[in-house]
């Protein structure tokens, strides 16, 4: 375990926490923030959330995303999730044509579309994996003058898969497409720089690799896009003077991406994920990525010495992300997870569409590897 970070992550005395990809863990350092803020508003309301507070924290957060994802303040809007973001921003694309995704998404990526197909009349095609992985060629080929869209993850929930998104980017762009990105398997450990991959709109939300609470996320969303969209979901934060209060028979937006911004939402949230972003720009992100790209190849080449046990993440570092998955040969994964679960600590992690799912951060170390190894391997032996 790290121990150097038992302070910040207690947990870990008593987990080897390998979840990150359902649920990061949240420093005490950030909890603290967000407690002291929810004591101070319900106990004081309003004398404590004034109007003046509850813009800055709106504004700290687009700031800490912005350094984050290297885009201007003006190109961030503040949302409640993923899901909120996208939808809002797929109703707001006009024009005719095909969404571009892939079979192995998950459902966030994916269903906004269908769903909005019905009414603005576009086809949603989703290209075909092989083994749970997208061959990139196979995605490329698909992208022509008849899309309007793509819509991808930049790191796969499922395999792990990392896709090249400047080179789908480019290719979106030599057709008139958009480039529509989750990066929520992303941001927090792999170096985002939206201007330099050229991506058109980059949504990621708190509570995975970022290590903060659920209920926000932001959106990356290109100047020249957002001054050109009307957004999909509006209300009284969308607007040039939000504390005016007033109706209007015409909606006037907000001159940058605020304009998405449109609800009353969970503040003590969006503090929350500007203090984890703050925490992880300090260790640096290029530090948080080396380690684990360097822990997870450990982990996947210990795993190959593995009788029955079937690698699904690619094992070339450009293709992968943090995240491990396997198959083992014979072995029930729900049974795996369980054996997995005893010991002095118990082993966290996920079992998704028949696999096993390790997705390891900064806060575990090549000790954690072994023992899961090791329990592994006795495993597989006694079955």
Known sequence: MRR???????????????????????????????????????????????????ENIYEELRVKAAKLLGCETDEVAVFSSVSEALNSIAWALRGKGKIVTTDVEFPTVVYPWIRIAKDKGWKVVLV??????????????????DTLAISISHVEYLSGQRFNIKELARKAHDVGALLIVDGIQATGYIPVDVRKDDVDIYIT???????????????????????????????????????????????????????????????????????????????????????????????????????????????????????????????????????LMKGDRIVELSIR?????????????????????DRLRRIIKGA
């Not at 992550?9 to 987990?15: A, Q």
């Not at 929810?38 to 404590?48: D, P, Q, S």
């Not at 092989?130 to 992208?143: G, W």
């Not at 607007?239 to 609800?263: G, P, Q």
């Open 128 to 145: 075909r994996s092989k083994n749970y992985l997208v061959d990139e060629a196979d995605l490329l080929k698909v992208i022509d003058e």
């Open 205 to 339: 939300g708190a509570y995975k690799w970022l290590i903060g609470p659920q209920g926000a996320a932001v959106a990356y969303i290109k100047r020249e896009i957002y001054e050109e969209l009307e957004p999909g979901l509006v209300s009284w934060r969308s607007v040039k003077n939000m504390w005016s209060l007033e109706v209007h028979e015409r909606i006037e937006y907000a001159d940058t991406a605020k304009k998405f911004e449109y609800s009353t939402s969970a503040y003590e949230a969006k503090l929350g994920m500007a203090k984890s972003i703050e925490y992880l720009l300090k260790l640096g992100i290029d530090n948080v990525f080396n380690y684990n790209m360097k822990l997870t190849k450990y982990l996947m080449n210990e795993l190959l010495n593995l009788d029955k046990v079937r690698l699904i993440t690619p094992i070339d570092d450009s293709k992968r992300g943090s995240i491990v998955t396997i198959r083992v040969d014979g072995l029930d994964p729900i049974s795996i997870k369980k054996e």
């Open 4 to 54: 150097d970070l038992i302070n910040d992550f207690p947990f870990i005395e008593k987990v080897i926490y390998l979840n990150t990809a359902s649920i990061g863990l949240v420093p005490i350092p950030v909890l603290r923030a967000v407690k002291e803020f929810i004591e101070n508003l319900f106990i004081k309301g309003t004398t404590y959330l004034n109007e003046e507070i509850e």
């Open 353 to 373: 569409r028949g696999l096993v799912r390790f997705s390891p951060h900064f806060y575990n170390d090549k000790e954690d590897m072994d023992e899961v190894v």
